[in-house]
């Protein structure tokens, strides 16, 4: 008698357990969202009392006033502001932890440029079986870069002769054949050093015209793009020269590189919120050098990047965060960040949803709210147009039709 009842309890038990992640499971429920005020991405201005139908994990339609479909989940939005997912441009997330922290702040997409290990090829791998609590990534594998890191070598021992320095043509068609290989969807090459490390000087250049122009041709021959990290001019001119698809950071351009990149179509990725957090305490930067530096660069990527946007360069947002325990960068970060060097609110918005995917060449499935994409989409509960300081207030999260995070007692 007391096993009967106690098998019943583990039966009922299993049968009030919510799924809350539903791993590999086929996605046939259709969810209504009605009352939303619409910012669809694409749009030039806002639509009011909106209902979204969601069918398998798809839009299914958007349309003015009330929708109903028999049987599906109702969320009534009661006026909120409805937005497409971010396309976070500029990530390094190589943790499970880390992408869920990246999801639940509205990134339901990411460019991963640059871990170690190939984890954001896995966690790619792992949101596209249907782990819906995992953002989609866009995966580079590892830097293409002259000191490539030593994981690198671990996972490619037949590498070894490379571990003193990448370089020569040859070379760097190699590695970057290997990334591809392995499943990059992006190749992340540099054309200077860095910024967050003390004893580099970030304008500096580095890799020749040569290297570089054979990263983004051998890329070129699988259809991939090369995103280039550079904040000096020089070698941040010969990534544009050689085809770059973007310059991440991008500080010390001149007129002339932002007039090439307007001309040739370049996105500049900026990422203002990272040189803020060399600045600031704690973070995912924390040393004195690199406070210094960082004040010093921050007029300096602001006043760019205000010049970009009047130029009509396709401008791009992006966190360059781990979304690690410290981190404290988010995508409305680096949108307040892009109202402020004078871009409008709704294209701000834009840059980090349907010019972000373009960027990334997804905008066919992601950055918009409109029939047949996937459906990635984030609430928030007042107008960010009226103040894009409500951009932060990211409520309400759904990943590929899921509501993955509900801040909002309904
Ligand atoms: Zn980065």
Redesign the pocket.
Known sequence: MKSKLCLLLIVFLLLMTPAVVSFGQPQTKTLVLTHANLIDGVSATALNDVTVIIKDGRIDSVSAGVETVPGATVLDLKGRWLLPGFVDA???VSDMRAARAALSSGSTTLRC??VNHFADAGIRDLSRAGAVDLPDVIAAGYHVRPRMAEEFFMNFPAMSNLMTGLSGAENVRRVVRLMIERGANVI?TMGTERA?LPDTDPRKRIFTDEELAAIVDEARRHNIFVAC?AHGDEGAQAAVRAGARSI??GTYLSDQTLALMKERGTYLVP?IA?VIDLIDPGGDYDNPVLAVRGRAMLPRIREVTAKAAKMGVRIVA?T?TSYGPASIRRMPHEIIELVACGMSQMDAIKAATSVSAACLGIDNRVGAVKKALEADLVVIDRNPLADITAIQDVLVVINNGHVVVNRIAW
Request: glycine share 22%; hydrophobic share 15%; aromatic share 0%.
């Open positions: 500029h990530a390094h440029l640059g992340k967050g990290h991440e950071h990422t990272t992006g360059d």
